[in-house]
């Protein structure tokens, strides 16, 4: 019998909602996830080492599932993990991607917080601090980067652009979007306990189990970085908005 493997991966953006999405395609009963909801084998040089066969056995659950995924917000980290694409079309040229994004400098005030909240990471006194001194935070929001990235390795019909803004307007119209690309079963109307599975008060907790629970991470931009950071994004993200057809001003004032 041959190796159930994935068909689709929900690549990032970091903190765009992917674990809600993922979370609810766990509960569609065509649609599973792999085992390890973040696996990163085909970002992270020391798991991949470990081999396709080893990686394969988080999906031995997924017997007559017709959408099988996995939801790694490390592949959308190019910069970062530059193997990642070829590894992932070599094994898995015919998958489909997801790809969720979100108003770029809220989605880094959300990574800010959960990174404080991850065991092992440095403690940044503020998003200053944070952005000037972990580039990841910024380069997470480059969204034209990473879509022109892949659409270079998988045809673009096989690329799903999820707006974080729209799917907290209407998730059950965007869930069953999102199932109608994966074509599963549309019908499925999404459980609300699981769309906050990944709140900032799960990250309080983080915090405090870290020792960081009198932590109050402050999320203010002085005008200066927000100005910094914008200027970075800027032409980015303009691309990204005019490509699919949406108003430079679609996330307020930043562009």
């Known amino acids: 019998m041959n190796a159930i493997k994935p068909n689709f991966f929900i690549i990032g953006a970091a903190k765009a909602a992917t674990t809600s999405l993922s979370s609810l395609l766990r509960a569609h009963p065509q649609a ?17 080492q470990f081999g396709w066969r080893k990686y394969l056995e988080l999906f031995s659950h997924c017997q007559n599932k017709k959408a099988i995924g996995d939801a ?6 190019i910069r970062y993990h530059p193997s990642t694409l070829a590894r992932l079309h070599g094994h898995v040229p015919e998958a489909k991607i997801i790809y969720m994004v979100r108003h770029p400098l809220k989605r880094i005030e959300s990574a800010f917080v959960e990174h404080l909240g991850t065991p092992g990471t440095n403690v940044f006194d503020s998003l200053k601090d944070a952005v000037q001194r972990q580039p990841r935070f910024v380069d997470s929001s480059r969204y034209w980067e990473v879509f022109d990235a892949y659409r270079q390795k998988f045809d673009e019909s096989r690329i799903k652009i ?9 998730s059950t119209a965007v869930f069953q979007d999102v199932c109608r690309f994966l074509e599963i079963d549309d019908f499925v109307v999404p459980d609300p306990e699981r769309e906050h599975s990944n709140s900032r008060n799960n990250a309080s907790n983080r915090m405090a189990k870290r020792g ?17 950071v914008v200027d970075q994004i800027r032409e980015d993200n303009c691309r990204f908005l005019t490509y ?11 562009f």
Do not use: C, M
Not at 41 to 48: G, K, R
Not at 221 to 226: A, F, G, K, V
């Open 212 to 228: 960081l629970g009198d932590l109050k991470p402050n999320i203010t931009w002085d005008e200066n970085t927000r100005q910094w």
């Open 244 to 254: 699919f057809g949406r108003p430079k001003n679609f996330w307020g004032d930043l």
């Open 162 to 170: 999820v707006w974080f803004e729209d799917y907290v307007a209407n």
């Open 72 to 77: 790694s917000t490390s592949y959308s980290r």
């Open 32 to 48: 599973a996830i792999s085992r390890v909801k973040e696996p990163h084998f085909f970002s992270y040089d020391q798991v991949y």
